[in-house]
Protein backbone atom coordinates (compact mmCIF):
# COMPACT_ATOMS: atom_id res chain seq x y z
CA UNK A 1 0.00 0.00 0.00
CA UNK A 2 1.32 3.22 -0.68
CA UNK A 3 0.58 6.58 1.75
CA UNK A 4 -0.37 9.84 0.26
CA UNK A 5 1.75 12.48 1.64
CA UNK A 6 0.57 15.66 0.57
CA UNK A 7 3.68 17.59 0.11
CA UNK A 8 4.27 15.70 -2.76
CA UNK A 9 1.02 16.97 -4.59
CA UNK A 10 1.36 18.50 -8.38
CA UNK A 11 -1.32 20.80 -7.76
CA UNK A 12 -0.83 24.29 -6.16
CA UNK A 13 -2.67 25.53 -3.74
CA UNK A 14 -5.31 28.71 -4.67
CA UNK A 15 -2.75 30.35 -2.22
CA UNK A 16 0.23 29.73 -4.31
CA UNK A 17 -0.71 29.88 -7.79
CA UNK A 18 -2.26 33.76 -6.18
CA UNK A 19 1.26 34.53 -5.49
CA UNK A 20 2.88 33.38 -8.21
CA UNK A 21 0.39 35.13 -10.43
CA UNK A 22 1.03 38.44 -7.97
CA UNK A 23 4.95 38.18 -8.51
CA UNK A 24 4.47 37.95 -12.12
CA UNK A 25 2.77 40.87 -12.54
CA UNK A 26 5.01 42.92 -10.35
CA UNK A 27 7.72 42.11 -12.57
CA UNK A 28 5.27 43.33 -16.13
CA UNK A 29 3.43 46.09 -14.66
CA UNK A 30 5.05 49.63 -13.62
CA UNK A 31 4.14 50.65 -10.12
CA UNK A 32 1.49 52.69 -11.78
CA UNK A 33 -0.14 50.41 -13.79
CA UNK A 34 -0.10 48.19 -10.84
CA UNK A 35 -2.08 50.55 -8.75
CA UNK A 36 -4.44 51.37 -11.83
CA UNK A 37 -4.90 47.66 -11.86
CA UNK A 38 -5.64 47.22 -8.13
CA UNK A 39 -8.15 49.64 -8.15
CA UNK A 40 -10.22 48.23 -11.42
CA UNK A 41 -10.05 44.99 -9.06
CA UNK A 42 -11.73 46.52 -6.49
CA UNK A 43 -14.61 47.82 -8.76
CA UNK A 44 -14.68 45.56 -11.42
CA UNK A 45 -13.06 42.18 -10.02
CA UNK A 46 -13.86 39.86 -13.88
CA UNK A 47 -12.32 43.02 -15.47
CA UNK A 48 -9.52 42.60 -13.10
CA UNK A 49 -9.27 39.18 -13.69
CA UNK A 50 -9.64 39.16 -17.86
CA UNK A 51 -6.66 41.67 -17.90
CA UNK A 52 -4.13 39.82 -15.58
CA UNK A 53 -4.69 36.72 -17.94
CA UNK A 54 -4.53 38.77 -20.92
CA UNK A 55 -1.22 39.65 -19.62
CA UNK A 56 0.82 36.54 -18.26
CA UNK A 57 -0.60 34.71 -21.62
CA UNK A 58 1.21 37.44 -23.52
CA UNK A 59 4.21 37.20 -20.98
CA UNK A 60 3.81 32.97 -21.52
CA UNK A 61 4.03 33.81 -25.24
CA UNK A 62 7.10 35.99 -24.71
CA UNK A 63 5.36 39.19 -26.24
CA UNK A 64 6.06 41.55 -24.15
CA UNK A 65 9.57 43.25 -24.59
CA UNK A 66 9.36 45.44 -21.25
CA UNK A 67 7.16 46.15 -18.32
CA UNK A 68 3.88 47.97 -19.48
CA UNK A 69 3.28 51.49 -18.44
CA UNK A 70 -0.17 53.19 -17.17
CA UNK A 71 -0.74 54.51 -20.77
CA UNK A 72 -0.55 50.51 -22.10
CA UNK A 73 -2.56 49.25 -19.28
CA UNK A 74 -5.19 52.31 -20.01
CA UNK A 75 -5.02 51.10 -23.66
CA UNK A 76 -5.77 47.40 -22.87
CA UNK A 77 -8.61 48.07 -20.68
CA UNK A 78 -10.36 50.33 -22.83
CA UNK A 79 -10.03 47.16 -25.81
CA UNK A 80 -10.75 44.81 -23.23
CA UNK A 81 -13.95 46.13 -22.20
CA UNK A 82 -17.28 45.86 -23.13
CA UNK A 83 -18.70 48.77 -25.32
CA UNK A 84 -21.22 50.75 -23.11
CA UNK A 85 -24.60 50.94 -24.91
CA UNK A 86 -26.10 54.52 -25.27
CA UNK A 87 -29.81 55.02 -25.53
CA UNK A 88 -30.79 57.89 -26.76
CA UNK A 89 -34.92 58.92 -26.03
CA UNK A 90 -35.99 60.91 -28.70
CA UNK A 91 -39.11 63.15 -28.06
CA UNK A 92 -41.65 64.75 -30.30
Do not use: C, W
Not at 2 to 27: G, R
Amino acid sequence: MSSHNPNEDKNPSDAEVSNLKDNALKTLLSAEARLRLNNVRMVKPDLAAMVENYLLGLASQGRLNSQISDDQLKQILLSIQQPKRDFKINRK
